[in-house]
């Protein structure tokens, strides 16, 4: 069993930085260059490298268990610790794929890194979401109640920091007041009792963790992402160009097949999704605790078989050129995905 991938800890600095990785550094990829040879000598890359997460099914593991990758395998090379970490380790090559939320992987294309996605890999529906709670008596109602409070959530500059700065501008703020709302880094297992214990007034909570801290009673949502933007696709898979360029039958074969994973999981009886994702986690053998898949519902993605639209990236461009994170329209939306090698649903 391969060891478990566990890249060094970073400031907040250091990963914006590893985000606006160079395509000098890009270039040559480890994974591409020790597994197999290129699409270019006729023989083209089978067994993917990625990162998994602990005590969850990934829709690329769902696909391969159903037995929609064909003649593709996966190899696990260890865990991730985050979207943008993960995506960060396909553009060098230490795997062939990636996840994260658009707007990560717009902020590694912006740094001129070849990557593009291929098929949508989370979201938000009605059944999985993320929501920013408060006390149950706490006097927040609206985004103005915001100004000079503590909002909670798993990192910077990413998906629930953007979802915030919308609801504030959807509301009226002006950036000099919604500059004066605090987001802070608080582990997710830590968000419920920073909370309740008032080191912070808002916290985002998501998944097993929301259910359970619904479940203990004295919270209520101030909003949902999915109230704020109606279901959507929030992430995307990513590939190298380089390594699309090389392995077209390969890309296909995932692209597609995450793709009848995604549609599998949304009309199976969620029973029966769950108890097949217990399966799949107690037969890889990394002595992992099942009990979080009990609280599953839905991977979330809004399109039909994941495939991509300008929308899901144009939100974010938008958010992030008006940041000053990137350069106004230095990219377009239509560049930073395609949909040519997902087969589901095509025309």
Known sequence: ??????????????????????????????????????????????????????????????????????????????????????????????????????GAVIKLAAGKAPIKAVVSSYGSDQHSYGGYFVLEDSPIRSARDLIGKKVGMNTLGAHYQALLDVYLSRNGLSKADAAKVEALVVPPVNTEQSLRQKQIEVGVLTGVLRDKALAAGGLRPLFTDVELLGPFSAGTYVMTERFIKENPDTVRAFATGVAKAIEWSRTTPREEVVARMTDIVKKRGRNEDTATLQYWHSYGVAETGGRISDKEFQLWLDWLGERGEIKQGQLKAADLYTNEFNGYGKG
Request: with cysteine.
């Open 1 to 102: 069993m391969p060891a478990a991938f566990t890249p060094p800890a970073r400031s907040r600095r250091q990963f914006l930085t590893l985000l606006g990785i160079s395509a000098a550094a890009v270039s040559c990829g480890t994974a591409t260059a020790t597994n197999g040879s290129s699409g270019s000598s006729g023989k083209q890359i089978t067994a993917l490298k990625y990162q998994g997460n602990v005590g969850a099914v990934t829709l690329p593991e769902l696909a391969a268990d159903l037995g929609h990758l064909g003649n593709v395998t996966l190899e696990w090379v260890g865990n991730t610790i985050s979207g943008p970490q993960d995506i960060q380790t396909a553009a060098t090559g230490q795997t062939h794929f990636g996840s994260a939320f658009n």
